[in-house]
C-alpha cells in the first residue's frame, strides 16, 4: 500500500467512508421498515419489497452481512487513515488520524445516513435491497459461520434465531394501528374497526335488555290483553311465556301475527302455532362469539340466562351490530329516551340505563369494569342507598341523585366530565 499516492489514498478512504454509511444506514431503513407496507407492495409485485421481505425473513443472516461489510469498511478506513497521517506527521499521525476518522465516521457513516434512513426508510431499503441479495449469496459461507457461532451463543440463553420473525399483532397492537390510521381512513369506519375489535371484550350483559324491561306475551292471559300486548310490542320478536318470564316457552315473530291477523285468522291456536323455540344464551358470553352463534344458529335474538336458568335479559343481532356500527334508528331509540339533555347542559337519566349505552351515545368515559348500569355504579361508589339530592363524583363526572326508591336509583343528573383534576380519585362531594 505505500506504493499507493496520496491522492488515491484518500479517495479509497472516502469511497471506503461512503460505504460504512450505507451499510449503517440500511441496517436502519430495514430494520424500521413498515413490515405491512413491505407486504403490501410485495404482494402487488414490487421487486424491491419482495427481495426485502426475503432479506428479512432471517434477520441474523441479514445483520451478519451488514454488520461484516461495515466492519471490513471501517478497519481498512481506519489502516488508510493511519497510513495518510503517518506520510504527514510520522508516528503522531496516528493519533490525530483516530480523533479525525472518529469524527467523520460519527457524523457522515453513522448518525446522518441512519437519520436518513429512519426518515425514508422505504426508499433506502428497496435499494439496498437489491445490493444485499446478490452479496447474501456471494459470501453465504462466511455469514453461516459468523451466525453459526452468534446462533449458537444465543441458543444457550433460549434465543433462537429461526423462525424467529414474527410480524403479527395482538388486538391492543391492532387498536393502535387503527387509531394511528385515523388520517387515512375517515372517522366512521375508524369507529368501526375499533368496535369488531372491542367486541371480545365486551359481555352480553354489557348491552342487553335487563329483564324488568323485556316485554312479551304472557299466553295466560285474557285474549284481549294478548292482543293487547301485540299491538303494544315496539320489537318485532318477543318471548312468549306463561304466567312468568322463567316459563318461557318460545319466541315469536310479530310480523307473522300482522299476517294472520290480516286475513282474520288471528286465535289462540294460531298464535301457539308460530312460536319457535326458545334460544338461550349463557351469561359472561362475549359479543363476537354471540355474533358467531348467532350467525350459525340463524337467530336474531336470545334470552341470557346465568348458571341457576334464571332469565338476565334479552340480546338481539341488532343491539350487537350497533357496538360496531353505532345507534339505529329503530327500537332502540325507545331506550335512549331514558337519557334527556337539561337546559344547563347537564343530562337526566335513568338508573335503569346501561353504562356502555350512556358512553355512547353521549361520547363519555364512564367506567365499563364494573356495574352494567348507572344504578349499580352509583350503589357500588356510596356502598348505600343514596336519598334524593345526595353529590358525588365518578370518573369525574359530577353526579346528583335526583329520585330514589328503597333499593334503588331512579334518576340522576350527570354535568359533562370537569376539564381539570383528570387524577381525582371519585369521591363524594355531598353525601346526606
Known amino acids: 500500500m505505500s506504493d499507493i499516492s496520496t491522492g488515491t489514498l484518500l479517495i479509497i478512504l472516502i469511497a471506503l467512508i461512503l460505504l460504512s454509511g450505507f451499510f449503517s444506514g440500511s441496517e436502519t431503513a430495514l430494520m424500521t421498515l413498515n413490515r405491512y407496507r413491505m407486504k403490501t407492495l410485495a404482494r402487488k409485485g414490487h421487486r424491491g419489497a419482495k427481495l426485502a421481505r426475503y432479506l428479512l425473513s432471517r434477520p441474523d443472516r441479514l445483520l451478519g452481512l451488514i454488520l461484516l461489510g461495515n466492519n471490513f469498511v471501517n478497519i481498512l478506513a481506519s489502516a488508510i487513515a493511519s497510513l495518510v497521517a503517518m506520510r504527514y506527521y510520522g508516528e503522531a499521525g496516528i493519533a490525530i488520524a483516530t480523533a479525525i476518522l472518529t469524527f467523520v465516521v460519527l457524523v457522515f457513516a453513522e448518525v446522518t445516513p441512519k437519520t436518513l434512513a429512519a426518515l425514508k426508510p422505504d426508499a433506502f431499503a428497496y435499494v439496498a435491497a437489491y445490493v444485499y441479495t446478490p452479496l447474501q449469496k456471494l459470501f453465504y459461507p462466511l455469514v453461516w459461520f459468523v451466525n453459526l457461532i452468534s446462533n449458537k451463543m444465543l441458543a444457550m440463553f433460549g434465543v433462537y434465531a429461526a423462525g424467529s420473525a414474527d410480524d403479527s399483532l395482538n388486538a391492543d397492537e391492532l387498536r393502535m394501528v387503527v387509531h394511528e390510521a385515523r388520517q387515512f381512513i375517515p372517522g366512521k369506519h375508524t369507529d368501526m374497526l375499533l368496535g369488531i375489535l372491542d367486541l371480545e371484550n365486551i359481555s352480553v350483559e354489557d348491552i342487553m335488555i335487563p329483564r324488568n324491561e323485556v316485554t312479551g306475551i304472557d299466553l295466560n292471559d285474557d285474549w284481549s290483553d294478548v292482543e293487547q300486548q301485540i299491538t303494544n310490542s315496539h320489537r318485532t320478536r318477543v318471548p312468549v311465556f306463561k304466567d312468568s318470564i322463567d316459563n318461557t316457552i318460545g319466541m315469536l315473530h310479530l310480523r307473522k301475527v300482522l299476517n294472520l291477523a290480516v286475513r282474520e285468522e288471528l286465535t289462540r ?120 339530592g345526595t353529590s358525588l363524583l365518578i370518573a369525574n363526572y359530577p353526579v346528583e341523585i335526583t329520585r330514589t326508591d328503597y333499593n334503588a336509583v331512579q334518576t340522576a343528573r350527570i354535568q359533562p366530565q370537569l376539564p381539570a383534576a383528570k387524577d381525582t380519585a371519585d369521591h363524594d362531594l355531598n353525601a346526606d
Do not use: C
Open 269 to 388: 291456536e294460531t298464535l301457539e302455532s308460530l312460536i319457535r323455540e326458545p334460544y338461550f344464551i349463557p351469561e359472561g358470553t362475549s359479543l363476537t362469539r354471540q355474533l358467531l352463534n348467532f350467525q350459525k344458529n340463524r337467530r336474531r335474538s336470545g334470552l341470557v340466562v346465568d348458571e341457576y336458568g334464571s332469565i338476565f335479559g334479552l340480546v338481539t343481532l341488532e343491539d350487537i351490530l350497533e357496538e360496531i356500527v353505532g345507534q339505529f334508528t329503530t327500537d332502540s331509540t325507545i331506550r335512549n329516551a331514558d337519557i334527556h339533555l337539561q337546559p344547563d347542559g347537564s343530562y337526566l337519566i335513568d338508573g335503569g340505563t346501561h353504562i356502555r349505552e350512556i358512553n355512547r351515545m353521549l361520547s363519555w368515559d364512564l367506567p365499563t369494569d364494573g356495574p352494567k348500569t348507572l344504578n349499580g355504579l352509583i350503589l357500588e361508589h356510596l356502598e348505600m342507598i343514596p336519598a334524593p
